[in-house]
């Protein structure tokens, strides 16, 4: 199921970014995503908060860059959860850290900000009237998030304990890839979309892919420099990796790495003007 309306606990729900400049970063993202954005914060806020939609839809936000975050900005990964302050002392006693207490959003719903001991800073989502992204997987919309990590190990416990996630290795062809499953998400989506396992098992997936709710990559030295630090990356849905790329680059952002082939799909990490990085794949399954 593409569009949705709510997310189960230990799901991951909504991105969006912080950028020093949110209209210039408005106008990058809506000319490569086609994307209609709206500024939904009081005329009188401090700050400005544009979410995007596709179909009349939200599907992710830009806003104005927190005062205190670095001066780079990133994308951000919010995962749904029944209360952000029982999941704000889960990370604590895991032995994570709360670079936000909870706070409220509004009559959006309540969230926290969290890092795991590693140091990847990630959201959580208690939702009241914002239900999170409305639809996922299609072209220039939110695919899924991943967490660049050091100590697998390390995450697998932290995780486990916050959000009751298991770490499981896939084989996808070329390559063994780690998922992080949430038992259970696969009977709830079926029960959303009957035919779910019927068309993931023709398309090759392996056994249990359907409780995927977020990739585990490992920060090998050949990928990123020694002083990267851990963190959490999100990836778009396209339907051309290589003309996304061309069209980042003419809209003044940077093809950090060009277009490539991977395992099920054609990828590139671009970044924004503002220096946010994010990655575009164009799913090709086997055959």
């Known amino acids: 199921m593409l569009e949705r309306d709510g997310y189960p606990a230990g799901v991951p729900c909504w991105v ?102 590693e140091g990847a800073v990630f959201c959580v989502w208690q939702a009241k009237e914002h239900k999170g992204a409305q639809l996922v997987n299609e072209p220039g919309t939110w695919n899924f998030s991943s ?60 056994e249990g892919f359907e409780d995927a709710v977020a990739w585990l990559a490992p920060m090998t030295s050949d990928q990123f420099p020694e002083d990267t630090p851990p963190h959490w990356s999100i990836t778009f849905a396209v339907d051309d990796a290589d003309a996304i790329a061309d069209r980042a680059a003419k809209l003044g952002g940077k093809v950090v790495v060009s277009p490539f082939d991977a395992p099920w799909v054609r990828m590139t990490v671009l970044s924004d003007p503002q220096g946010a990085v994010f990655t575009a794949s164009k799913y090709m399954p086997p055959g």
């Open 147 to 206: 967490l660049n990590t050091r100590d697998r190990e390390g995450a697998q416990a932290f995780y486990g304990a916050v959000f009751g996630w298991e770490a499981d290795t896939v084989d996808l062809g070329e390559s063994d890839f780690t998922t992080w499953c949430l038992p259970g998400y696969g009977d709830y989506l079926e029960q959303r979309d009957p035919d779910l396992r019927r068309r993931m098992a023709a398309d090759g997936a392996p």
């Open 16 to 117: 969006d970014t912080g950028q020093p400049d949110p209209e210039a970063a408005v106008s990058f993202y809506g000319g490569l995503f086609e994307w209609e954005l709206e500024d939904r914060m009081p005329a009188d806020s401090p700050g400005r908060y544009f979410v995007a939609q596709l179909r009349g839809r939200d599907v992710a936000a830009v806003g104005s860059q927190p005062e205190g975050t670095p001066p780079t900005p990133v994308w951000n990964t919010y995962i749904w959860v029944d209360s952000a302050d029982e999941a704000a002392a889960k990370a604590k006693d895991a032995g994570g850290s709360v670079a936000m207490e909870p706070f409220d959003v509004g009559d959006a719903g309540r969230m926290a900000v969290l890092a795991d001991p």
